[in-house]
């Protein structure tokens, strides 16, 4: 059987380089979408585009603490220098991670409010959400 490859108008190459960016995408359901032969057929149209492959976009780095990490204001792309800033210092705007969130809502409406919950489940509630907030400032 003839397996050769399919060949690809510029707009199509260019949708499948599209369909390569949306992370929503795997790699199978583009190959299957628009009946590219395999993953080497598809990289050979991604280099053509100079399109990077998914992790080179994330690279996975071993964080050590959480002052080795450098972050970047979402809006703006400035260098968030202080480690545990809420906000970027040059345009204002929230920069803390979900799990700051996470973390800064528990201690506001759990841990705060503990005495308004009878104490048969204070304990318990108390040790849960400490040991959640335990577990998201460590990752
Ligand atoms: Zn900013």
């Not at 400035?78 to 528990?106: N, P, T």
Request: charged share 35%; aromatic share 6%.
């Amino acid at each position: 059987m003839n397996m050769e490859k399919k060949v690809y108008t510029h707009e199509e190459e260019m949708a499948i380089c599209e369909a390569y960016r949306d992370k929503n995408n795997t790699v199978l359901d583009i190959i299957d979408k628009f009946g590219l032969s395999d993953h080497k057929h598809l990289r050979n149209i991604l280099d053509k585009y100079d399109v990077p492959p998914r992790n080179a976009y994330a690279p996975r780095k071993k964080r050590t603490s959480l002052q080795t990490v450098q972050r970047k204001c979402p809006k703006c792309g400035k260098v968030i220098e202080q480690s545990g800033a809420r906000f970027c210092w040059y345009c204002g705007a929230d920069v803390r991670s979900k799990k700051m969130v996470a973390v800064e809502g528990l201690e506001r409406c759990v841990i705060k409010n503990l005495e308004l919950v009878t104490p048969a489940v204070r304990d318990e509630m108390a040790e849960a959400v400490r040991l959640a907030i335990r577990i998201l400032k460590e990752e």
